[in-house]
């Protein structure tokens, strides 16, 4: 990779670490005390976050968990079929929460005047908490943005609470909204302290459409993107039922930030909660993986994630991962038709990424077989319950998308169509893969389906856009 | 006010004001011209400094990718390999500034991004795996290779023209996705160079830009010509160019008005001041900004408080005070004229007044004087016992009138020589009681014609050192008044006293009593209660004033009692219904140095002297 050459002079450089690993000589002596402070973070995370952790067994060193599976890793030979790839990561265990990686942060909010009231009173005191649970070792910067943009805080160690304190106090709503200024500002502050050393993040509450600057959701999540692979997450929260879901989920999504929905202002300061309680448990930055599949193998698309495909090849990454939560992508690929009784490598799966603990770049390699049986049962029997079910529900999430995209052109009955049938093979494969995830998920296809029309549907379209983007990157609120 | 003086009035103020209005507004508007085209030129500054912000942020990404990124050697471009393509994907993925790299080889080629495989037609290059993107960005960018674009030089070192008017025009000009960006006027000269020429281009240059449109308008494509032949470029990220010009340009709140960075839709992509323009509002100043980003505007909004601060209000503001004030000015003048005027005119008649008087006073007693005179020759023919006694009384009377006339004559002497400050006095000693006596006395021939009683008082007692004659013509000119303006009261009374530290000579009468709106004007000379020469009653309107200023000039004063000291209330309760009448007092004070002394007591000539006969 050339690397070696990137300066620091220009703000929109690459990911720092790659500037930075030079530098780094203290070796960190916290792998020990991570795994005697084991298990006092508890996030659950449904099905989803079910930790394999037999194949990392306890060592010293915490590393993160890379498994790679099939969802039939014994296929019908003999025929040209689809195989579902789900590398999964899961962050190890953070040893306390006075260890925990120092934060760069930006809180980008909205003042527009639609946020007069209870929304921005809201909005202040979930910034406010904010400010109370970051440490003296962490940054913060507040950008606020009406029609122009102002950065309240500029990014500075959190040295006079009492100040930053004051001017988030000070904050009152008034013009328009122009969040594409407001990012570029929070971007910009983060960019001040950018190190792969911190937990770089923006986190951006918008109550309504943008209306001053660049505002389609594909310019925002074209800014996410670079964000992204600045080493930057920007966490998008919706407040309200006025702002723009498309574009604050592109912009969280292909920065690999979270989202959240907040309908009414009381829900703020959960929201905010949960964002800093996954801020706080970083334990990896950085995450780039490479599948190199076998040449005679075709990957088609990522089923939960977009990923870049070139050939044979599939590369895709994820800007952090999470303590003890799972990460993963699904990867559809195209077998030939192959003769019975064969047993074949299908994929080496390589996985870089930063260990906040370490301070280091670490890698992890696998690779994944598959055998070809005649046998039906057989292939049955050696069925990945865990890999189907998430490769269903990814793929149910495809259709949920279409069926908003069906909506938007203002073909209800057809989305409606496309829902309960959705709704209805959800409640049918999760009885036989006796997945409650599935079953619930058909049940929300169902409600779905029936708030399609009149008011609702405003407030449905954001819940299902969240709900989306939740499924989809494994977002743990 | 007469109609003719409201025409003076209005002439000496309001022409004066309007000319000077006017020529207040002549300046002020043309102060107002050049106020604005200096605010308008001061404007376009920060815009031209807003721009060079913009232009570094340019150029520094410009530097910064053909230093760092796109060196000259990143990649062979002569025997593109598997190896290139790795180390394009890879800055790719890295670089937030890059959306896409693209590499032409040496024949024009492009061999970057690979085709897709699945051999679609018509794809100029070697075939590959391509990503979705990549084949996006082939699709986007084919007119540029091949040859239908239409790629322009960059302008000249300086500026561009970023006149005001010039670049209005293009403004607003919509974008057409898909078609070459047909320049602005500000590039006019430039030749425009056909096609497969970012080759050609290459051949005289070491790197450009190429503007190009689609998707939500201006983006940029920057290339350099390879070391191994060929060219090669980045398509760049759109969004996070204009994510670091937004950072970089100031903040909300900054400076005053509004400034407006506009793309070539006219649409606001960054903006800052504290002004909201209303949609329909004209910029101030605009400019278009540096090359490449030239499609897009600055637009500079003022407020109205804005503009008004800068040329507006102050000399609006000076220019209604300095009117203001011319007007008050003149409006003081013509009042100050209008009075002095008034004052002469009012000079004037009272000086015709009494001309008309005095000679209708010398007039009458000089008829008298002739008409006895004649008559008293006549008797004087037959001369028995009868016609002497005849004979002394009209003698009599002519010496009353001669007196009278005399009195006139004295009056008006004494005013003209108070006026002319040449009155001499010769104080003595003299007997106040004698005196009063003995001009009452003259005044009884008459008194009598006129029905009017007089007694007198005399109990003073006292010597003042005074001059007689001033004393005598003050004490005859308030008898003279009771008997000119009192006559029907029928009575008057004049007494000498004692009285606290001084001597008083009060003369009563029962007459109508002054006015109260008279009683501070009657000592003023010519001032008289009626002007009328018609209700019979003459005078000259000096008498109290010269009686004035004579007790005045020896040391004592006179005044008129206030009303209820005229009668003892025994008198009121006698006959409520009687005129009031009016009591002048000439009192000598000791507290005014005068000097007074009594006169050892003797029998007294006290006594009412009651006049019954009357002239037949």
Redesign the interface.
Known sequence: ???S???T???????PH?MQRKRRSAPHHRCLISWLACSLVALSCGDAAVAKSHKNPSTAAAEVTLDVDLGEPVMLASREQRAYLKISLVGFELPAATERPPINLALVLDRSSSMTGDKIEKAKAAALMVLDRLGADDILSVVA???????LVPATRITNRAAIRERIRALQPR?AT?L??G???G??ETGKFLSDQRVNRVILLSDGQAN???S?P???G??G???G??GIAITTIGLGLGYNEDLMTQLAMRSDGNHGFAENADQLAAIFNYELGDVMSVVAQDV?IEIEFEADLRPLRGLNREI??????A?F?LNQLYSKQEKYVLIEVAVPATRAGTARNLADVAVEYNNMLTGKRHTLNDRVGVRFSASRSDVARSENRDVMVTALEALAVKRNREAVALRDQGKVDEAKKVLIDNARSLRQQGKRYRSKRLDNYGKDNFDDAANLDGKSWNKRRKAMRKNQHSMETNQSY | MRPGHVAIFLTIVIAPLAIAAWLGLKVTRDEQKIGQHQFQTLLEGRLRDVDSTIANSVQQAERYLLERVITASVVNTESFGPADVETLRRLRRNQPLVREFFALDRNGVLVFPPADDRGDSGQVGRPGDASVEESAFRERTAPIWRGQAVLYEPPSPERPDVSAQNARRSSRRGERPGTAHKSPGTLVGEAPIRGDTVLALAATREHGWITWYWEEGLHLLLWRRARAGGVIGVEIERVVLLSRIVSELPESRLGDGRVVLADSRGDPIHQWGPYEPSSSERPLATTSVHYPLQAWRLNHYASPAQRQAVFGKTLRVNLITGLAAIAFGLIAMAFLFYRDYARKMRDAQQRVNFVTQVSHELKTPLTNIRLYAELLQNDLVGDDHESAEKSHHRAEVIVAESQRLTRLINNILTFSKQRRKTLELSKSWIDLDHIVTNVVDQFAPALAAKGIEYSITTRSKAEVFADSDAVGQIVANLVSNVEKYAADGGVVEVTTEIAGQGVLVRVTDRGPGIDPDHRDRIFRPFHRVSNKLTDGVTGTGLGLAIARDLARQNGADLRLAPAETSHSAADIEADSNRPVGACFELVFDRRRETAIKSISPGPSPVGAKPLSGKES
């Open positions: 990779m050339n690397t050459n990137r300066p002079s220009y703000p929109y450089t690459a990911r790659k943005y009406d029609s122009t943009v102002q950065v013009g122009a594409f200024a990012v570029s500002h971007i910009e001053v600057g660049p389609s594909n310019e925002l074209r800014l993107h670079a964000a692979k600045q780039d870049e495909i070139h050939g044979k090849k590369v990454s």
